[in-house]
Every structure is written in structure tokens, then in C-alpha cells.
């Protein structure tokens, strides 16, 4: 049967240049000598690392444990030593550290002791356990934790896609592991599917890829189906490849589940196999090497392989001025190669001025509404870019700011050559500072006002004892003297009364229980000598009481 | 350090300019065809006069002269005015409505992309208000190219001699002329009309249709603004002519004379004050098409379109905000 398919708004068309890096078959590296695992790879916690400096690792062997229910664990990918437990330059556009295990490899690349994973036996939520130990998350780029995707939603889900689209130029990673292992993909899908309890699963790939489609028709089994769909950028976003392949929109602010969907990358798909079959843990992933290299190429690289030596295996040029992670329309450039391969990096794109051109100088816009054409998200990036400009941040948000996915179309596309994306970027930023200000501000007022709040209630407090004192004590003074001065006066003022004169004794007997002043009681000749000190300040006029003048 | 994405592949402002410019051609080829070379002449003037001003410009504002004066978007402003203008008009008022055009209607207003209205538009409003007289002589087709140089340099106007009516022209002065009495079908034989449209100016308009399809096919301008403008102006048209035929005039002389086809795919097509939502378009399209029918109908000018898409600019803020289309994810039944 012949898959109808749906169309998302826009989309670009740039020239892919995937020949280049699928020439060749799935390469290995030589085992680098120091691997890097940065303890955080995923979205969710960060995983607490179970090894010490100086401990002994082998291949497999967990070395960070996942931490809370959004977190997946990280393995060493080669036998050796753990030779520091650091902060290191990470391979995000921001170049900050982040924690990392340094392993010394020792060559021997010996396995951990790994058994058979009796997953049919096992209950779901033991079966996810194991995906998080074994560090499953999504190799499409955002490195989410796979075993939180695989548990079924409120309803039913009733469709599992897989991503094979790889929309982005260059990027080949996906299509070759497809030409390759296509057997292992079906197999994780089907495992998957399983999990789920799906009626069928999809295969979305772009029909610029026909190798990848004739070995996954060919490995694929009963109610899996691979379809083609048109090549246009971005059609490998999540919400862009379940609109084509099922015509669901999946509303703003949703997740794909509460459609009764699913969506996992190839890349997973083929790890989960590896996982479960082999008793595997996400250690290595297939990197496209390519670009402004003499011999681009696919991978496989150990996570934690420093970028430098997997680029140095495809040889760059000597006018490379700079090395992205990822492709060109979303990736970023690398702060420094020393950083090290991680589950999300699917590329290293090595850029050449003349490759990737600096663009040429931002004009003024024209609203000529090119970038509205080409927006998937079908967003007005103009009406953006004009609100961003002017800080009239409220009015972005009203234009649905956030559901800018940052493909890049408009700025691919604007004939003034203004770089849309970073508007978006540093106008998302500007709101999300703002919005934390405005929680400090909230907790401090907040604060404020308790503590406002504490002290009325406090002076309330001392009132009302203050009170009820006193009454005791009226209820007293009146119970103690109830004949005085009876038939007089009304029992309220015989209470003041008695109240007045109580005070009154109180005072009489503290005047009297004040101790004696230092000049009451002095023997004769001092007072003689206070006096004779006297006299003389009468003599001198008061003139002692001022001090001399300064002249 | 720039950001993704690295890779361009976009038409430059200067290009689409380029292209407006090649779009023009068709049209002007037939007018000069028709009516003589003159309006080369307004044309070379409007040019001039806008570089001059935006340079001006640009140094007083501090911009950089090279990147905004190569983006050839102050030349179709000109052009635009020059074609607008009786191509016999004196040489000062061209100069004039462009100066108008480039310094107040955009720079004032902040250059390239920040102006809420047509420039065109605003020196065609100024010129007819300032200069009704001059604004309405347009050449006699048997004018020779001498004599409109002379007439743009300054030469003595016999005016009976040298100029002809625009055919709306003839049609309001006929209909006013006749009062009660008065036959659009009779006025229609007179000489200023051909066969469908004006005598000579189906050719002009038949260049600009020729132009606007090119910039349809190029992708330049959206199919929503020449649509809505050219359905509403013959959807109007039909209505009256259909009431009152001996009153109103055809819809397909209403098509086919005055800035009709110059304005549907040249002149509301302006992307910076026109509309930008595909809803919003046909609305900013259509609205200016019924007002300036409305205006060449009933109002005291031949034709209304500069005042029409004017009024129409003004409400683009508010056309745009209401028309906005459904971002993905937000769209009725996605929830």
C-alpha cells in the first residue's frame, strides 16, 4: 500500500553534499589514548560517577550512574585507568567545563563481563532500568533518555515513527549506518514496537537517500514500513517528520505520545538492538567526518574520543578556519577540537572560507516575507526579528516565539542577509533572563511581605498577652479588694483605680530600690576638695565650660 | 564568531530590485512605442534625482553609501514616479515628486524597509494636489520626441495643441459634461479610447501585465496582491456597470486604463508598507482596489489609487495583526 503523506509549511532546499562521506564503508579509529566522558550526556540529571581516580575500568563498565527519573548512565568505552575525574571543555558553542572522567586506555579494549539480557522476561519498568543503565538516549541530536519515551502514555499508542530523514546538508551518519545494519534498526524497532504496544511502525527517510531505502525495505518485517518522503529541510524535526508521515499536527507545548505517537532516530533504534542482543551500552556512535577534509567519511568513535584525532582522520585542509558539530544549518562551532566526541555529536564538519562563506552585511529588512515562506514552524520571523529589535518582548511571545524550532530557513533565505536565528536566540535569552529576574523578584517580595506579615502578627501577638495581663490583674486587684470604696463609684473605675494605685506602689518601689549615687556617701575631706573644685569654676566664669579656641 | 546556520543561498535585496526594474521594461517599451519617447527623459530625471537624494541621505544619516545606494530600491521608487507622471510634465516636477518620494516619504522615516508608506504614492498625492494642472496634461499621441523635450525643458504650453485626455479623464468629463443625458457607450467613441481600454494605453498596460506575470513566475511577489486588486476592481466594476450601464464603464476599462495593471502587480505590491500575511494581502489589495474605483467613480480625481493605496498603508498595522496565520501546533483541531 502506498503511504499517503502529509506537507509541513515551507522548508528549505539546500544542496545536500552527502556523496562526498558515503563513498566509502563505516570506518573504525585506533583506540585513542585518553578518552574523555563528560559525566553529562544526556537531558535530565547528571549521573554521579560510580569510579574513582586510579580505579580499573573495562569496556562497558558503568561508570556514571544515572540520577533521577530523567538521566541515563555512561559507560568507559575502553578498558584502562581512570586517571582524573575533572572539569573539561565541553563540545557546546558555550566552551564551558563540565565534569568529565579521564580514562587512560590500556590497548587491551577488554570487555566488561557482560550477559544475555532475558528482556522478553523482564517487566517494563525492569527493562527500562536496564535501557537506563545501558545509557540509551536519542542519537538524533537531542540526547534524550530513551527508556522515559518508552513507557505508554494515557492512551494508547497506536503509531511508532523512526527518523531516518537526516535533513541537514553533509550529514551521512544515519543513511550509512541504514546501508549497514539495516537488519539491527528493524530489530530495534521491533523491540520498540514491542514495548509500546504499537499497531505499526514508520520509517521516514528522504528520497535522496535510495541506498539507505533499498537495504531497510529489504531488512524490514511484518508491519514495519519504510517510506520515502520528499527531500526538503527540515523534514528530519520531530513534529515535521510525524506531519508528513501521519498528517498529525502535534499541537505546541505536547509531546508526540499524547497523540498516540512515538518518534526515535535510527541511530536508537540500532543501539537498543545492540543493547539487548549483545548486552552493549551506548559507548560508541557513528560520527560523519566532512567537509573541507581530504577524506570525508563515517565512523564509528568511541565516546569520549577527542574530536582532533577522529578530524586528523579525515585529513583537513590547511584553509580550514574553523570545525562545526553538526551540520551547517543547525550546528555550532566547536570552541576547541580538544573536546571530546559525545552521544549527541553526529558530525564534525571542518569549514573553509570558501565553503562556508561569512555572510555577506545585514541590510535593513524589507518585510518582503521570504523567511514566512520558508518558516516550518509557519511563524512571521520577521514580525520577530522587528519585536526582538524593539525589546517589545511581550509581543514576541504573542507571535509564538518559542515554537521556533531554530531550523535556520529564514535567515538561509532573507535577501538582507540578516542572521534571523541569533535575533531569536537573544531574544529568548533576554526573556528567559528576564523571567528569572522576575522569580527572584516575585521570592523576594514574596519574602518580604512574610516577613512584614510575621512582624504585625507578632505585634498582635504582644498586644493581645498584654492585654490579657492586665486583665488578670484587674480581675485580681478587684477580687483581692472588693469592698473599697464600694457603692461609690462604678466597679469599672473602682478596677482603674485599683490599677492606678498598683502602678503607683510599683514605682514607689523601684525609686526606692535605686541603688545610691557615687556622691551620696563620701567621707570629709573629699567633699572638702569637691568643693574647693567648685569654687574655682565659679571664679573662672563659665568660661571652663567651652574649651579653648583653636587659633 | 557567527552562528548556524553557515550557508546562504537568498536572492539579495538588489537582485529582486533588479529584477522589479527588468519587469518594468515590457510596459515601458509600449509606452514609448505609443507615445514617444518623453518618458525616457522622465525616467533618466527620476533616476538621477533619486540616487542624488538617497546619497544625500544616506551621508547625513551616517550609513553606508555603498551597501543601501547599490540595492536599486530608490531607482524602482523612481521609475515608478516617472511612470506615474505625465511623461510632458515639466522637468522640475519629476525631480520634485522624487525628492518627495526619497527624502520625506522614506528617509524621514528611517530608509529602507522602515517606511509606513508607498514613496511612489506619496509624491504622486503631493504632485496632484500641488499641481492639478500639470498633472493632467499627457501627450497628444502625435507629439514628436522634439517637441516633448521641449515641453520638459520648460517650453511654452499650448495646451490644446500638445495634449490629449487620459481616457478616465474623458469618461468623468463626459458623464459631467452630458449631466442627465449621458451614454458611457457614446463617450467611448470618442478618441481617447480604443478597443478595450484607452487608445494606445492598452499596450502600455498589456507590458505592465506582461511584467507582473514575470515577477509572479519569478517569485517575487505574491499571486494574493495582483489578484485581490484586479478581482476587486472588476468585481466593483461589474456590480455598477451591471445596475447602471449608461453610468459606469465596463470592468474591463476599468482593467485596462489608467495605473490599473501598474498598481496590482507593481505598485500594492510593495512588500515594506503593504500587508504580509496571505490573508492580509488580499485584504490590503482588495481595499485599495474598491477605494480607488470608488475615488475614479464618484470622487473629484480621474483616478484614485494613489490615495487609495495611501489610505490602505495606513491600516496595514492593524490588517497584519489581525490576519495573522496559524503557527504549527496551534492550529484548530492540533489540541
Given at each position: ?7 509541513f509549511?515551507?522548508?528549505v532546499?539546500?544542496?545536500?553534499r552527502?556523496q562526498?562521506?558515503?563513498?566509502q564503508p ?15 550526556q ?7 560517577p560510580?569510579?574513582r ?6 569496556k ?8 533521577g ?5 555512561v559507560?568507559?568505552?575502553s ?7 575533572e ?30 539480557v ?15 543503565d ?6 538524533g541530536?537531542?540526547?534524550?533518555p530513551s527508556?522515559?519515551?518508552?513507557r ?25 549506518l ?8 528493524i530489530?530495534?524497532a ?18 535522496n537517500?535510495?541506498?539507505a ?14 517510506v520515502?518522503i ?17 498528517g ?10 499524547e ?8 541511530g ?9 542482543d549483545h548486552?552493549?551500552p551506548?559507548?560508541?556512535?557513528i560520527?560523519?567526518?566532512a ?5 570525508p ?13 577522529l ?6 585542509r ?9 551540520g551547517p ?11 571530546p ?10 569549514g573553509?572560507p ?14 518582503c516575507g ?5 518558516c ?15 525589546h517589545?518582548?511581550?509581543k ?10 531554530e ?14 536565528v ?6 529568548k ?5 528576564r ?11 514574596e519574602?518580604?511581605e ?10 498582635r ?24 470604696g ?11 483605680k ?9 514605682a514607689?518601689q523601684q525609686?526606692?530600690?535605686?541603688k ?12 572638702a ?5 567648685e569654687?574655682?569654676r565659679?571664679r573662672a ?11 | 564568531m ?11 535585496v ?6 522589479v526594474?527588468?519587469?518594468?521594461l ?10 514617444g519617447?518623453?518618458v ?13 537624494a538617497?546619497?544625500?541621505m544616506l551621508?547625513?544619516?551616517r ?13 524602482v521608487?523612481a ?7 505625465p ?7 519629476v525631480v ?9 516619504a ?10 509606513p508608506?508607498?514613496?511612489?504614492m506619496?509624491a ?13 496634461q ?43 443625458e449621458?451614454h458611457?457607450?457614446e ?6 479610447f ?10 502600455v ?15 517575487i511577489?505574491s ?19 451591471g ?5 459606469f464603464?465596463s ?5 485596462a ?36 474605483y ?12 494613489a ?13 497584519d ?15
Amino acid at each position: 500500500m502506498l503511504q499517503k503523506l502529509f506537507k509541513f509549511h515551507g522548508g528549505v532546499k539546500p544542496d545536500s553534499r552527502k556523496q562526498d562521506s558515503t563513498r566509502q564503508p563505516i570506518r573504525s579509529l585506533p583506540l585513542p589514548s585518553e578518552l574523555i566522558v563528560p559525566l553529562h550526556q544526556s537531558i535530565g540529571g547528571t549521573p554521579r560517577p560510580l569510579v574513582r581516580v586510579g580505579d580499573r575500568v573495562l569496556k562497558g563498565e558503568r561508570i556514571g550512574a544515572a540520577e533521577g527519573p530523567v538521566s541515563a548512565a555512561v559507560h568507559a568505552p575502553s578498558s584502562g585507568i581512570v586517571r582524573a575525574i575533572e572539569d573539561r571543555t565541553m563540545p557546546h558553542p558555550s566552551g564551558l567545563p563540565a565534569s568529565c572522567v579521564v580514562i587512560e586506555a590500556d590497548g587491551d579494549d577488554r570487555w566488561f563481563e557482560r550477559e544475555p539480557v532475558p528482556w522478553k522476561s523482564m517487566k517494563g519498568d525492569e527493562l527500562r532500568d536496564y535501557l537506563r543503565d545501558a545509557g540509551i538516549v536519542g542519537l538524533g541530536g537531542a540526547t534524550f533518555p530513551s527508556h522515559v519515551k518508552l513507557r505508554a502514555g494515557a492512551k494508547p499508542t497506536h503509531t511508532l515513527v523512526l527518523n531516518g530523514a537526516e535533513c541537514e546538508p553533509f550529514i551521512t551518519c544515519d543513511d550509512m549506518l541504514m546501508r549497514e545494519r539495516a537488519a539491527e534498526i528493524i530489530r530495534g524497532a521491533g523491540i520498540m514496537a514491542q514495548m509500546l504496544a504499537v499497531e505499526r511502525v514508520l520509517i521516514g527517510i528522504e528520497d535522496n537517500k535510495p541506498d539507505a531505502l533499498a537495504a531497510m525495505r529489504a531488512a524490514a518485517a511484518d508491519g514495519i514500513e519504510v517510506v520515502a518522503i520528499p527531500t526538503l529541510y527540515p523534514a528530519g524535526g520531530e513534529k515535521q517528520l510525524l506531519r508528513v508521515l501521519t498528517g498529525v499536527e502535534v499541537a505546541a507545548g505536547r509531546r508526540p505520545l499524547e497523540f498516540g505517537l512515538q518518534c526515535f532516530n535510527v541511530g536508537t533504534a540500532y543501539r537498543m538492538a545492540r543493547a539487548i542482543d549483545h548486552a552493549e551500552p551506548l559507548i560508541s556512535r557513528i560520527v560523519t567526518v566532512a567537509g573541507n577534509v581530504e577524506a570525508p567519511a563515517n565512523y564509528e568513535v568511541l565516546v569520549g574520543t577527542p574530536i582532533d584525532a577522529l578530524l586528523a582522520a579525515g585529513r583537513p585542509r590547511p584553509d580550514t578556519d574553523r570545525v562545526l558539530m553538526g551540520g551547517p544549518m543547525m550546528g555550532f562551532a566547536l570552541p576547541t577540537t580538544a573536546a571530546p566526541v559525545v552521544k549527541a555529536t553526529n558530525c564534525v564538519l571542518a569549514g573553509s572560507p570558501s565553503l562556508l562563506p561569512p555572510p555577506p552585511p545585514e541590510m535593513a529588512c524589507i518585510r518582503c516575507g521570504t523567511c514566512a515562506d520558508h518558516c516550518p514552524v509557519d511563524l512571521q520571523p520577521f514580525e520577530l526579528y522587528w519585536f526582538g529589535r524593539s525589546h517589545n518582548f511581550g509581543k514576541a511571545q504573542e507571535y509564538h516565539l518559542f515554537d521556533c524550532i531554530e531550523c535556520g530557513c529564514c535567515s538561509y533565505v532573507c535577501p538582507s542577509n540578516i542572521p534571523l536565528v541569533d535575533y531569536f536566540r537573544f531574544t529568548k535569552s533576554e526573556i528567559w533572563a528576564r523571567e528569572r529576574d522576575k522569580t527572584a523578584a516575585d521570592l523576594a517580595r514574596e519574602r518580604f511581605e512574610a516577613r512584614n506579615e510575621r512582624q504585625e502578627r507578632e505585634k498582635r501577638d504582644k498586644a493581645e498577652r498584654l492585654a490579657a495581663k492586665a486583665e488578670a490583674t484587674r480581675k485580681k486587684l478587684v477580687d483581692t479588694e472588693p469592698v473599697a470604696g464600694a457603692g461609690t463609684a462604678s466597679p469599672a473605675e473602682e478596677a482603674k483605680k485599683a490599677l492606678i494605685a498598683a502602678a503607683l506602689e510599683r514605682a514607689k518601689q523601684q525609686k526606692s530600690s535605686v541603688k545610691p549615687r557615687n556622691t551620696d556617701n563620701l567621707s570629709a575631706d573629699k567633699q572638702a576638695e569637691i568643693d574647693e573644685i567648685e569654687a574655682r569654676r565659679a571664679r573662672a566664669g563659665g568660661r571652663t565650660v567651652e574649651p579653648p579656641e583653636n587659633s | 564568531m557567527s552562528h548556524s546556520p553557515y550557508l546562504r543561498e537568498s536572492r539579495s535585496v538588489r537582485q529582486i530590485m533588479l529584477q522589479v526594474l527588468l519587469a518594468l521594461l515590457p510596459g515601458i517599451v509600449a509606452y514609448v512605442w505609443q507615445f514617444g519617447a518623453g518618458v525616457l527623459i522622465q525616467l533618466l530625471l527620476a533616476s538621477t534625482a533619486a540616487l542624488a537624494a538617497e546619497a544625500a541621505m544616506l551621508r547625513l544619516r551616517r550609513k553606508p553609501l555603498g551597501l543601501y545606494l547599490g540595492d536599486l530600491s530608490a531607482i524602482v521608487t523612481a521609475w515608478l514616479i516617472a511612470l506615474s507622471l505625465p511623461p510632458i510634465g515639466p522637468w522640475w516636477m519629476v525631480v520634485l515628486a522624487t525628492l518627495c518620494a526619497i527624502v520625506v516619504a522614506k528617509h524621514l522615516y528611517g530608509g529602507l524597509g522602515q517606511n509606513p508608506f508607498n514613496p511612489a504614492m506619496v509624491a504622486f498625492c503631493v504632485m496632484i494636489v500641488a499641481f492639478p494642472a500639470q498633472m493632467s496634461q499627457w501627450p497628444d499621441a502625435g507629439l514628436d520626441f522634439g517637441q516633448q523635450l521641449d515641453l520638459i525643458l520648460g517650453g511654452e504650453r499650448v495646451l490644446d495643441a500638445i495634449t490629449a485626455a487620459t481616457p478616465l479623464d474623458a469618461l468623468r468629463t463626459g458623464l459631467r459634461a452630458g449631466g442627465a443625458e449621458a451614454h458611457v457607450a457614446e463617450i467611448l467613441q470618442g478618441a481617447a479610447f480604443g478597443t478595450v481600454g484607452g487608445r494606445g494605453w492598452e499596450w502600455v498596460v498589456a507590458g505592465f501585465a506582461l511584467g507582473g506575470l514575470y515577477l509572479l513566475w519569478q517569485r517575487i511577489i505574491s499571486w494574493h496582491l495582483p489578484a485581490a486588486f484586479l478581482l476587486t476592481m472588476a468585481l466593483t466594476a461589474t456590480l455598477l456597470w451591471g445596475m447602471h450601464p449608461e453610468r459606469f464603464a465596463s470592468p474591463l476599462l476599468h482593467l485596462a486604463t489608467g495605473g490599473t495593471m501598474l498598481a496590482a502587480f507593481f505598485i500594492v505590491t510593495d512588500p515594506v508598507s503593504g500587508s504580509t500575511t496571505p490573508k492580509g494581502k488580499l485584504v490590503f489589495a482588495g481595499g485599495a482596489a474598491f477605494i480607488a474605483y470608488m475615488i475614479r467613480s464618484f470622487g473629484n480625481y480621474p483616478d484614485g489609487i494613489a490615495f487609495a493605496v495611501l489610505l490602505m498603508n495606513i491600516c496595514v498595522p492593524l490588517i497584519d495583526m489581525y490576519t495573522q496565520p496559524p503557527v504549527f501546533g496551534h492550529k484548530r483541531g492540533s489540541s
